[in-house]
């Protein structure tokens, strides 16, 4: 696997009234218990997209995020969310109608399956529950018999969300942050008019309930188009390699 050198990678941040940028994880003042699962993982430092994107989320601001692959955008959107989470002492749901916190949609089980890994390690020795729903029939994942189970984040592939959507299998009406992984790829592979379905069928950002995160290695003109719509005051923010 290609490993990028963080420190070979600038920052851009744009948007107006900026928060500050963060310099470390502690700068962050994220919950102990987090601050001790970013240890476990072996996170020392931030990334250039987590200095720029942790501050975005932490203080409720609709954020694209445009980096290349591996520059660490996942943990970027991951971090701030479940601080988020945590300080809200949110606890899992156990009624029978389940209704997830944070929605992150990814293109292929491959990526929604590295998602997934990636958000357990936030959620060890904490009350969240992150939960898998993709079409992979080997990983165990969201299924119609343990939906009574209740978690907190759901990662789902868009082409297994989109069916199940339509068949009343999920209520978005709660939805916190709505978050989309290579949304490049997921407009490319012809899933727009799925996109806006699942941004209206979760909860109406008017309300200022709801933000939304675009990730993305490209910032194409249909992803334009999609942010001119869907999010509200965004903060963009992009890294990319420099060269020597
Ligand atoms: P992207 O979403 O941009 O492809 P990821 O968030 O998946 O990137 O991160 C790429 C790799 O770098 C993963 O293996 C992840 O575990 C690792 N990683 C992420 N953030 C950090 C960090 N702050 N320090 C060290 N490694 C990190």
Redesign the pocket.
């Known amino acids: 696997?290609y490993?990028?050198n963080?420190d070979k990678i600038s920052l851009q941040v744009t948007g107006i009234n900026l928060p500050q940028c963060i310099k470390s994880?502690t700068e962050a003042e994220l919950c102990p218990l987090l601050l001790e699962n970013?240890k476990i993982?072996?996170?020392?430092?931030?990334?250039p997209?987590?200095k720029g994107a942790i501050s975005v989320i932490l203080a409720k601001r609709d954020l694209i995020a445009c980096?290349?692959?591996?520059?660490?955008?996942?943990?970027?959107y991951?971090v701030p969310v479940m601080n988020i989470l945590l300080e809200q002492c949110v606890t899992p749901y156990r009624g029978t109608v389940q209704k997830p916190e944070v929605v992150i949609v990814a293109p292929t089980n491959e990526l929604a399956i590295?998602?997934h890994r990636?958000s357990c390690?936030f959620t060890i020795n904490s009350e969240l529950k992150s939960v898998l729903f993709c079409s992979d029939a080997s990983v165990t994942g969201l299924q119609p018999s343990n939906i009574q189970a209740g978690y907190n984040i759901l990662v789902a592939t868009i082409g297994h969300l989109k069916d199940f959507l339509d068949q009343g299998f999920f209520d978005f009406s709660c939805v916190k942050f709505l978050i989309f992984?290579k949304l490049d790829e997921i407009i490319n592979m012809g899933f727009g008019l799925d996109i806006k379905k699942i941004a209206e069928h979760s909860t109406m950002p008017q309300k200022g309930v709801r933000r939304t995160c675009m990730?993305s290695?490209t910032f194409s003109e249909a992803i334009q188009a999609l942010a001119a719509v869907y999010l509200d005051d965004h903060i963009f923010v992009t890294s990319s390699i420099v060269c020597d």
Request: charged share 20%; net charge positive; hydrophobic share 40%.
């Open positions: 696997r490993v990028l963080f994880f970013i993982a072996g996170y020392e430092k931030p990334t997209i987590q980096a290349v692959t591996g520059s660490g955008k996942t943990v970027a991951l590295q998602i990636e390690k992984e990730v290695s």
